[in-house]
């Protein structure tokens, strides 16, 4: 029997996203028929290294990537080609939190390979949306911000899900449902339906962050509320951005005091 851990650095090492996506869903799916074993004793992962994906889209500086507005087909392709990157990425963010921390539960690995397989779909969305704009995946530049997150918390499971899901991927929650006013009012229902979708399941992703990183705190005899604090400050305080969510957030599982961490921090 195949472990997760060899499915998961597969998905990983898929080169195109077209090749990704398949063996995504390919793995989710053979993972909940309990093909897969969780071994105990399996080699420790590699260590940490960019993941296989196409040539294009160029990979530049957040700064280097032009303001386009939503008013024009193209400054929406640009748009949803930025939430298709940011989907991409999120498959290999998933599945190396698989591949990466090992000796976890059962179902922190069914957590994730769920996520990756969300994120898998939501990926195909986007693309074929920005395929009816005369666009495809790669056509514009993007930047690496999210796995430049993974490199950082490689070594530490509990820094991981702290500042990937909960604060990097939490973003969404913020920003998406501004942009789905924005669409809305241009008639652009399609992009809005697709959306509505991520934001939804976007809300239970960062809560399984939530409750990992508050499973590692126990694990470690930490306090969640401060270390989180201490991560943002350390890694993630270049990259807060208020208002926030506050309403999504706690959905998520973010506690009061986490959420005035990240308005004192953003200020």
Same mark, same amino acid.
């Given at each position: 029997?195949?472990?997760?851990?060899?499915?998961?650095?597969a998905?990983?090492?898929?080169?195109?996203s077209?090749?990704?996506?398949?063996?995504?869903?390919?793995?989710?799916?053979?993972?909940?028929?309990?093909?897969?074993?969780?071994?105990?004793?399996?080699?420790?992962?590699?260590?940490?290294?960019?993941?296989?994906?196409?040539?294009?889209?160029?990979?530049?500086? $957040? +700064?280097?990537l032009?303001? #386009? &507005? =939503?008013?024009?087909?193209? /400054?929406?392709?640009?748009?949803?080609? !930025?939430?298709?990157?940011?989907?991409?990425?999120?498959?290999?963010?998933?599945?190396?939190a698989?591949?990466?921390?090992?000796?976890?539960?059962?179902?922190?690995?069914?957590?994730?390979?769920?996520?990756?397989?969300?994120?898998?779909?939501?990926?195909?969305?986007?693309?074929?949306r920005?395929?009816q704009?005369?666009?495809?995946?790669?056509?514009?530049?993007?930047?690496?911000?999210?796995?430049?997150?993974?490199?950082?918390?490689?070594?530490?499971?509990?820094?991981?899900?702290?500042?990937? $899901? +909960?604060?990097?991927?939490? #973003? &969404? =929650?913020?920003?998406?449902? /501004?942009?789905?006013?924005?669409?809305? !009012?241009?008639?652009?229902?399609?992009?809005?339906?697709?959306?509505?979708?991520?934001?939804?399941?976007?809300?239970?992703?960062?809560?399984?962050?939530?409750?990992?990183?508050?499973?590692?705190?126990?694990?470690?005899?930490?306090?969640?509320?401060?270390?989180f604090?201490?991560?943002?400050?350390?890694?993630?305080?270049?990259?807060?951005?208020?208002?926030?969510?506050?309403?999504?957030?706690?959905?998520?599982?973010?506690?009061?005091?986490?959420?005035?961490?990240?308005?004192?921090?953003?200020?």
């Amino acid at each position: 029997m195949a472990s997760v851990f060899e499915a998961a650095r597969a998905c990983l090492d898929s080169a195109t996203s077209e090749s990704k996506v398949a063996a995504t869903f390919a793995a989710a799916a053979s993972f909940a028929g309990g093909e897969f074993s969780i071994p105990r004793d399996f080699p420790p992962p590699d260590p940490i290294s960019m993941p296989g994906r196409p040539p294009k889209p160029a990979l530049v500086h $957040p +700064r280097d990537l032009p303001k #386009r &507005g =939503l008013g024009s087909d193209e /400054g929406r392709a640009a748009f949803i080609h !930025a939430i298709a990157h940011i989907e991409f990425n999120a498959i290999d963010l998933a599945w190396d939190a698989v591949y990466r921390f090992r000796d976890m539960p059962d179902a922190y690995y069914a957590d994730w390979v769920g996520v990756a397989n969300d994120e898998a779909r939501h990926f195909v969305m986007l693309r074929e949306r920005l395929r009816q704009f005369g666009h495809d995946y790669g056509d514009f530049d993007a930047h690496n911000g999210l796995w430049e997150m993974a490199e950082k918390t490689a070594h530490d499971g509990l820094a991981r899900m702290a500042l990937v $899901p +909960r604060v990097l991927e939490a #973003r &969404g =929650l913020d920003v998406t449902p /501004g942009m789905i006013v924005k669409l809305r !009012a241009l008639g652009d229902d399609a992009t809005v339906e697709i959306l509505e979708v991520i934001l939804r399941e976007e809300v239970a992703h960062v809560a399984a962050g939530s409750h990992w990183f508050r499973w590692f705190c126990a694990r470690d005899g930490v306090d969640p509320e401060p270390r989180f604090r201490e991560l943002l400050a350390q890694y993630a305080r270049s990259v807060l951005r208020s208002p926030f969510n506050v309403d999504a957030r706690s959905a998520a599982g973010f506690s009061a005091e986490e959420l005035a961490a990240l308005r004192q921090l953003a200020d």
